[in-house]
């Protein structure tokens, strides 16, 4: 029975991945990659017009273009896994189980994580936003405003996905969705606060080491 169920919660994990890897990065990515370009073309025609160095003007910039572009990376991949990718399916009755979704579910040959899956896909919200705010809107804000920040986004945004699976008959509709989208974004912002700290230790830490040597030699 032990074999049987962990054959089950790894078969569950490597087809949630492998569907993450070949059907939701690659459409993310292009979607970035125009983004971006189309923003550095941007930046480089005003500085053209203004007379101002382009290289410089696109260096200056880069931050806030890579920031944005990683944004729209990120919720190009929630839209893709959550709408998108289930247009081509036949149709779902948006309203058939608004109720459901609380629990992981023991299927034939697999477990249905959706659950844990909403809460663990809304996490990085949090840290695209702080790498956007404070690069592309050059803005910092308390650990209390983020986490209203980050649950009100995330809460939009499930939102925005919930109504999309309404109106495009691409998935049905449940309260569970908006609860765990919303927590998980909630819960991204100690963890990626910490994470935020640890890299700029280490980077500290190396510079420090890097100062040494410069002084031994």
């Known amino acids: ?45 005003r500085a053209y017009k203004k007379g101002v160095n382009s290289k410089d003007a696109l260096k200056r910039s880069a931050p806030a273009v890579f920031s944005a572009s990683a944004l729209l990376f990120y919720i190009t991949i929630l839209y893709y896994a959550t709408v998108l990718n289930r247009l081509s399916m036949p149709e779902y009755d948006p309203f058939s189980n608004p109720y459901g979704g609380w629990l992981i579910e023991d299927m034939t040959f697999y477990y249905d994580f959706s659950a844990l899956l ?47 699976q309404i109106f495009l008959k691409a998935g049905t509709f449940q309260f569970a969705d908006l609860f765990y989208n919303t927590l998980g974004a909630v819960i991204g912002v100690p963890g990626c606060l910490v994470l935020i700290k640890i890299a700029q230790k280490a980077r500290h830490a190396v510079k420090k080491r890097q100062t040494g040597l410069n002084h031994i030699k």
């Open 118 to 164: 909403n809460i663990f896909m809304f996490i990085p919200l949090c840290l695209f936003l702080i790498w956007f705010l404070k690069y592309a809107l050059k803005k910092k804000y308390t650990i209390k405003t983020l986490l209203i920040l980050c649950g009100s986004v995330g809460f939009l945004l499930s939102a925005g996905i919930e109504i999309s």
């Open 1 to 45: 029975h032990s074999k049987r169920l962990m054959k089950k919660i790894l078969h569950s994990i490597v087809t949630n991945l492998s569907d993450v890897i070949t059907g939701y990065l690659p459409p993310a990515i292009a979607a970035a990659a125009v983004f971006a370009a189309a923003l550095f073309a941007i930046c480089a025609i």
